[in-house]
C-alpha cells in the first residue's frame, strides 16, 4: 500500500514540475526573443509586410507655335471587384453590374457574365477600363463592399490626326513610341513618386498613417514651330492633291528659311494617335524624313549652282539639244521630257532640260561637284530633333561609274529625303546658309521656366550670295508661263523654285512609276516659306508642276489668311494687257468660233443666223483695242466647195465643219514673227525654244482647220550671222 502511495506522489510530482518548468521555458524564450533576437525578427517582419507602389507622374503637354494645346492626358478609370472580400455580396456585385451597363449602354448581363466566369477564388476581376467620370463617381456614392476603382491617366491627341507624324504617340505604359513623343521622352515623362504600403495576412495593401512617401515630379511641356493652322491647311491639301491625283502617297514639309524652323510636316495617309493600332504600320511612317528617294530634277538646283560658281556656263550659253530630245551618253540614252529645240542655260533650267544639263554637269571635275552635293546637306542627316531620319545614299566620287555626274546632275544615282530638298533650297532662298532644322522651340517646367530651348544653328555657307543673285531670276522663270510650274504661279505674289519628276527604281530596274514634286518659296523679296510638296506614283499625270504645283499654289493662297504678313509682297498694279491679235475665223463653225474668242478672252457679237461664220468686222491680223467687239456674220451655209462637201456629208453642227486653211511657211523667221504670222492666221501657237523657228509642226503648206494648235522650235542665230546682219555691235 505504501508503494503505490509513493509512486502515485512521484508522478504527481513529476506532472507538477513539468507544468512548472513549461511556462518558466514560455517566459524564457519570451524573453530571448524580445531581448536578443527581437531587433532581427522586427526587421524581418517590416520587410515581408511593408511594400512600394508607384504614384504615377503625369506627363507634360505639347503645345503649337501659339500655344495651343496639341496633346494633354485625361483622366480614365478601371472597375473590378472583389467577391471575396469581407461583407461583399452577390447582391452588390449585380448592383456593380447594373450600373455600368446603364452608363455605357452595355447592358447589365455582359459584366454578370465576367464575374460568373472567372477562376472559383479570384479576388481581383476586371470589369473594364477607361471609364469616366460618371461611371467612377456613380459607383463610389453606392459604398459597395468588394469594389475596387482604379485611376490612371491616358493620353488625348486633341486635333485627332492633326501633325501625327510630327507628334508620334505613346505605349500603354505611357511611353513615347516615335515622333516628338520619343525624342522628348525624358521630358515629357516626368518621374513617378513611391509610397509606403502595408499587406495584410491576404494580401491586401493598406495605407498607414505616417508612411514615407515621395511625390511624384510633372512632365515638362513640349512647345513645338508647328502652327496648328498652317498644319491643318497643309493636310487638307494634300490629301485633296493625293486623291485627285490618284497617287499612292504623299508628303509635304513647310519651313521658315531664315531659322531652320518646321512650321508644318505632314504625310498622307496618317493615323489617329489616340488608336494607333487601328491602321496600318506603314501609315505611321513619316515619310518626310525616312524615306529615301531619287530627287528628279529638283535636284538641278546644285549642278546649276556648281556649274556658275565655277564658271564652266553663263545663263545665256546657248545648248543645241536633239530633235527627238534624246542623247546617248556612255552607252545610255539621256531623254528631256520634250525636244526643246535651241535654248540657252537660264531656258534650260526653267523648262528642266535633262540633256544641257548632263551636258554643262559633264564640265565639272568629280569631287567639286561631290563637294557641292554635300555642302547642301546631301548624304548626312540634317540632324532634326525627330527620331528615324535616314541620311540619304551619296556615293564617294571613286565610286562613280561614267554616267553617274551626269545622271546624278539631273537627280538619279543619289537618294535623299524630302526634308533635305527643302532645307537645300532654304539654304538658297536665305542667302546661302543651311541651317539645321528643329521642330521643337522649347522646354518648359510647371512653373513655366525654361529648361531646354532650341535654337537656329548654321551649319554652313552653300552658295555665294553672288550667284544666288544671278540664279534667283532663273528659279522665278520656273514658276512663269514659260516654265515648268506656272501651275503653281500666284497673280501678284514673286515666286521662286522648281519641279522635279523621277522614275523609280524598282527591283533592279527603272519601271513606269514616277514621282512628282515641285518646292518652293515666296516671297522672293524676302523668303519667309520654303514648301516642298511629293507625290508618289501619280496616275493622273506624271509631271510636278501640274500635279505637285497646284498644291503649292492653294496652301500659299490660304496661308496669306493665315499669315498675313505675305499680303505686303503682292503686287496689286495692273499690268498693261497684252496685244491682242483678231483671229481668222471665216468658215469656222459659229460655236468653235466662239470658243476660239473666249479663250483669247475677245468681245464678239453675231449678225445673221446659221451655223457658219461667213465674214467677220475686224481683218484678221489686225490689232485690237480695249473694248473692241469683232461682229461675225453667220450664215445656214459654208462658204466655199469644202462647206459644201462638208455639209452633203452630213456634218453640220460638228467642229470638223471648220474650213481648214494653210498653215504658213513661218521658217527662218523670228518666234516673235512666226507667232504673230500664225495668230494672224487664226491658229494658237506652241513654242519651243527662242531665235530663229527652224522646224514647225504640222508641216507649212498643210491643211488645218483654224483654232488649232501649231508646235514651232526656235534655235539661237551663230554670232557670224547676228554680227553680218547687224544686230550686235562690232
Known sequence: MEMARANLLARIFLVFGVLLILPCAIIFQILRVQFMEGENLRSLWSAQAVETINIQAQRGNIYDASGRILVTNTTTYSVAVDPLAPGATAEGMATVAGIIGHITGNGSDMYNRRIRQAPRGARYIVLGRDFDRTVYDSLRSHRLRGLILEENYRRRYNFESLASHSLGHVNHELTGMMGIESSYNRYLGGRDGIQQVRKDSRGRVKEFVGAPRRQPVQGNSVHTTIDARIQAIVEEELREGVVRARAQKGTIVVVEPATGRVVALANYPDFNPNSPGSTPEANRRNMAIADMIEPGSTFKLVTAVAALEQRVVSLDEVFETPDNGRRLIHGQWMRDHDPLGTLTFRQAFEKSSNVATA????????????????????????????????????????????????????????????????????????????????????????????????????????????????????????????????????????????????????????????????????????????????????????????????????????????????????????????????????????????????????????????????????????????????????????????????????????????????????????????????????????????????????????????????????????????????????
Not at 528659279?475 to 523621277?502: C, D, N, R, Y
Not at 501619280?538 to 504645283?549: C, H, K, L, Q
Not at 503686287?571 to 494687257?577: D, L, M
Not at 471648220?658 to 513661218?666: F, M, Q, T
Open 359 to 730: 551636258e554643262v554637269a559633264m564640265r565639272l571635275e568629280r569631287d567639286t561637284f561631290y563637294q557641292y552635293v554635300r555642302n547642301f546637306g546631301f548624304g548626312t542627316a540634317t540632324s532634326i530633333d525627330l527620331p528615324g531620319e535616314e541620311t540619304g545614299r551619296l556615293q564617294q566620287p571613286y565610286n562613280w561609274s561614267l554616267v553617274t555626274q551626269p545622271w546624278m546632275s539631273v537627280g538619279y544615282e543619289v537618294q535623299v529625303t524630302p526634308l533635305q530638298v527643302a532645307m537645300a533650297y532654304a539654304s538658297f532662298a536665305n542667302g546661302g546658309r543651311l541651317m539645321r532644322p528643329y521642330i521643337v522651340e522649347r522646354v518648359t517646367d510647371e512653373n513655366g521656366r525654361i529648361i531646354m530651348e532650341n535654337k537656329p544653328k548654321v551649319i554652313r555657307q552653300t552658295v555665294a550670295p553672288a550667284t544666288i543673285r544671278e540664279l534667283m531670276p532663273v528659279l522665278q522663270g520656273v514658276v512663269s508661263e514659260e516654265g515648268t510650274a506656272q501651275f503653281a504661279a500666284i497673280e501678284g505674289l514673286s515666286i521662286a523654285g522648281k519641279t522635279g519628276t523621277a522614275q523609280k527604281f524598282i527591283d533592279g530596274r527603272y519601271r513606269a512609276r514616277y514621282r512628282a514634286s515641285f518646292v518652293g518659296f515666296y516671297p522672293v523679296e524676302e523668303p519667309k516659306y520654303v514648301a516642298y510638296i511629293m507625290l508618289d506614283e501619280p496616275r493622273t499625270s506624271i509631271f510636278g508642276g501640274f500635279m505637285a504645283g497646284p498644291i503649292f499654289r492653294n496652301i500659299a493662297n490660304r496661308m496669306m489668311g493665315v499669315d498675313q504678313s505675305i499680303q505686303h509682297y503682292v503686287q496689286t498694279e495692273i499690268s498693261a494687257p497684252e496685244e491682242r491679235i483678231a483671229p481668222f475665223l471665216t468658215g469656222m463653225n459659229i460655236d468653235a468660233a466662239a470658243r476660239l474668242l473666249q479663250h483669247q478672252d475677245i468681245r464678239f457679237s453675231t449678225e445673221g443666223s446659221g451655223s457658219f461664220v461667213v465674214g467677220q468686222s475686224h481683218r484678221a491680223g489686225n490689232a485690237l483695242q480695249n473694248g473692241d467687239v469683232i461682229t461675225l456674220t453667220v450664215s445656214p451655209f459654208p462658204v466655199g466647195l469644202a462647206g459644201l462637201v462638208n455639209e452633203a456629208e452630213g456634218n453640220e453642227g460638228d467642229e470638223s465643219n471648220i474650213l481648214p486653211g494653210r498653215i504658213p511657211d513661218v521658217r527662218g523667221m523670228s518666234m516673235r514673227e512666226a507667232v504673230l504670222t500664225l495668230r494672224r492666221a487664226g491658229y494658237e501657237v506652241n513654242r519651243n525654244g527662242s531665235g530663229t523657228v527652224h522646224a514647225q509642226f504640222p508641216e507649212a503648206g498643210a491643211a488645218m482647220q483654224p483654232g488649232r494648235t501649231v508646235s514651232v522650235r526656235g534655235r539661237a542665230r551663230p554670232m557670224e550671222q547676228l554680227v553680218s546682219e547687224g544686230r550686235v555691235g562690232r
